[in-house]
Structure formats: structure tokens, C-alpha cells
RNA sequence: GUGAGUGUAGCUCAGUCAGGUUAGAGCACCAGGUUGUGGCCCUGGUGGUCGGGGGUUCAAGUCCCCUCACUCACCCCA
């Protein structure tokens, strides 16, 4: 039995899978570049007090789901759970908001949250996410939504759902609060008992219930889209505008709620019906509050946060083109003390001149050389044994149309190089 | 944190209901069939404290309890 085991919710990422997730990474960072997002990455860990007062100390992540220690010095100190605090910390402790009225920007990394792992919940996980910092325009809102579909769709995912929503500012937000207070007031001992505590704590979520018997209830409850102020109104509206120019379609989620404190206005999630009870892909949404909240001067920003591992659950169940391993060109097989000399030699060339290479380290008979070359599916296996090095020359055999011929030993790397070009 | 289901070879799984020789198969891996040539085929081999611990029994992969992990769902969210 193996006495230590990675650590429940985490995952160790084998060979057979990094070329997807490769894949993924370069297509996020190539779509990036185009809408003009650049890379930033922070540190894993921060000061416990970052998220409390970005994320929320009253949601479920600051509350029950952080990794928090204390260092040696006392200081209370956080894994990250999400990226969007860490990147405006980073955006005002280096004052990007000088340098440039609007920042445009990207990061990749792991995320950690102490939750009950299910399939697409993990306790290490990664996420890709965009922030865009500095400017209230809602074809900003639209832009950030088309780049994270962008993405999706150039990863080769077809059924996605789009839904849309606006969470109101502060102005409006506490009056509809209100209201829908009132709407339960009367039928406060037909809830559920999650939604029991949520009426204290934050009614909204109650509209976010799955429940079948809170859901009826709630619908004809006061949707927040009714109560908007003028300014998330037309706000909301402009948006859908933008959104109809772009052809991106979207379903309007009344009822549609997010997790974290900061948001504001434009809230939204793309859905995968592939995935089950995690089918969230991404979401996001403004944020127009958060920098003041953090210290500095009111600035509006917008972002999203993407799940990888959910995106790599969909695109196996969509059966999306996934890249092989990429496999060496070249494997020299050899047999004797000298001719194994000359292969370490053979090799080092080809490799210096970018052709991937491998031969036997394991001392093994040829046939068991030639059937390593095939599981290795390369193009060309060398053959130099004792017969060869009397001749001055060596086999090249070409693996799939079984034919071989002899070369001097020392043209064998530059015939390797014109050959294998010629293939391409 | 709660509930249900599942843990047997590197992988996919038989065997567990009705306890009883030395725990099996396919794939993968290794070797041989050709004393120097891959794929297909044939033969053989390596590999398991049956998730872990405890209990019942003459006897436990099989029954009971605990524990850990995974899966699904609640919850939450990416």
C-alpha cells in the first residue's frame, strides 16, 4: 500500500493528458492577444483580509471553504480561492490605473478551495480568467462574454448556454432587497430550510434555490430586472444591444445570482448541459465597487473566471479533437560496447539539430529495440551493430514502408535531417 | 458539512448474494518463437498484504463494525 496518496481533491496530471490542457492554454492566450489582454500572474498566497473584503465575509468561500494558516510571523494568510482579488490588489498596489486609463487583463493558475469534491469540484483546481479595469462601457461587458464564448468555441465546444442577468448597484440593490423581503413576508414557513436562513442573511439567494417548491414560489416573486435604476437599466439594456451586433445569443435568468459580494450590474455564466450538477463552465460579471472597496479611487471593472478542468469535462463528452503525444522521429537501436558509443554520439547531433531522438538504455536484444521504435510510432529507427561498424555504415530503416538502406556512419545525421524533411 | 452508491493486477472488470483447494480474464508490460529486425499471430512470464484497520468463524475477497478514498446528489461555484 502507498503510504502517501495526493491529497483528497487534488489531482496529478499525467503525461497522457498535458497535451490537451496545453491545448487549452495555448488557445486562451492566442485569443488574449487578440482582444488585447495581457498575462499577469500573482503569487499563490495573500493576506487573509484581501478576500474577506473583496470576496465577502459572509459567503460560503470566505466563510467555510478558505485554506488559511498562519505564517511564522502570525500573519493570517490565505491560498487563493479566486483570481479576481489577487489581480486588482496587483492592480492598485503597482497603480496600473496610471499607466493606462483601461487595463486589459488575463491570468492562468490554480485556485483552492477546502469544498467536497465531485466530478468538476476539486480542492486544487485551475482557472483562466480576464479583468478589464477602468472603464463602465457595456460593450466592455459584451467584449469580455465574447472572448471567454471565443474561446469555448475555437476549443471546439458546440452546446453552451449563456445566461444573463444584472444584479443592480448599491442604489438599487438595498430597495428590491426590500421588496422581495416583503414578497416572502407571508410565506416565510414555506421555505425550505437553507432558504429559511438565507431570508436572514441574504434573500436574494433564495430565488436561486433548487428546490422544486421554493422554485414555485418564487416564481412570481419580483425579479431584480424590475427594479433597476435608470442608470443599471439602460446599462442592461445597451448590453443586450451589444450582444445582438455580435450574434451571441443569450437567455435572460431572472432569477440568476452570484456567490461573491462585489458584483454589480451585469452578472453571467456560460452553462455546458453536458456536465451535470457542476455545469458551470465560467462566470462573471462587473464589479464596478471593488477597487474603492480595496482602498482606491472608484474605478468600473468587468471579468469573468473559467473553470479549466469543467471545460476539459466538457470537451471529452462533446468528443472534441484532442492533440496526441508527440512522439521522437528517430530511434537508434544498437547492439555491443562500440556501436552503443556511437548511438549516444548519433543522438546528441540529432538533437542539436532539433530532430527528437531516443535509443535503448536498457540493454535489450534488437527485436525488443524495434518493438520500442513502434511503440514509439517514429519515423525512422538507425541500426548500427558490430556488422555495421566493420562496413563503416548503418541501417536506416524507415518504419512504415519497412524499407531499409545503408549509409556511411558519418553522413547518418545529415541523411536523417534531408529525409525527414522531405517528408514534411 | 449531509445523504446514497462503489473500492479486486498499471487499466477495464469477473468472483462477494448462498464464507471452503494455490484469487481469475482481457488490455498493457517483459521475454521467447527468428542465436541481428517492429506491427499480426503463437507460447511463456512479471505484477495483487482483494482500499486500510478491527471483529465473527475451524476457515473471510465474500459476513459485521470503524476508517480512508472515489462517484453521484444536497450545498456551493469555475
Known sequence: MLKYKALRGTQDILPEEMPLRRQLEETVGRKMKFYNYLEIA?????????????????????????YTFLDKGGRSLTLRPEGTPPVVRTYIEHSLGMKKPLQKLFYSGAMYRQENPQAGRLRQFHQFGAEAIGSIAPALDAEVIALFLDICEDLGLKELSLQLGSIGCPGCRPPYREKLLGFFADKYDLLCANCRERHQRNPLRILDCKNPSCRRMTEDAPSMLDYLCDDCARHF?????????????????????????YYTKTVFEVVSPQLGAQDALGGGGRYDGLIEELGAKPTPAVGFAAG??????????????????????????????????????????????????????????????????????????????????????????????????????????DYLVQVLNQNQ
Open 308 to 413: 479549466i478542468e469543467r471545460i476539459l469535462l466538457a470537451m471529452e463528452k462533446e468528443d472534441c479533437p484532442s492533440p496526441e503525444l508527440c512522439h521522437p522521429k528517430v530511434y537508434v537501436a544498437s547492439m555491443e560496447e562500440e556501436a552503443k558509443r556511437l548511438a549516444v554520439r548519433l543522438l546528441q547531433k540529432l538533437r542539436t539539430k532539433m530532430i527528437s531522438a531516443d535509443t535503448d538504455y536498457l540493454d535489450r536484444s534488437l527485436k525488443s529495440q524495434m518493438r520500442a521504435a513502434n511503440n514509439l510510432k517514429v519515423v525512422y529507427t538507425v541500426i548500427i551493430g558490430q556488422e555495421e561498424l566493420n562496413k563503416g555504415k548503418a541501417l536506416v530503416r524507415n518504419m512504415e514502408s519497412s524499407q531499409q538502406e545503408e549509409v556511411e556512419i558519418e553522413n547518418l545525421c
Open 237 to 261: 439594456q445597451e448590453l443586450k444591444a451589444h450582444l445582438n451586433t455580435l450574434d451571441i445569443e443569450y437567455r435572460i435568468n431572472r432569477r440568476l445570482v452570484r456567490g461573491l459580494d
Open 42 to 66: 500573482t503569487p499563490t498566497f495573500e493576506h487573509t483580509g484581501l478576500f474577506v473584503h473583496s470576496t465577502g465575509a459572509d459567503t460560503e468561500i470566505v466563510e467555510k471553504q478558505m
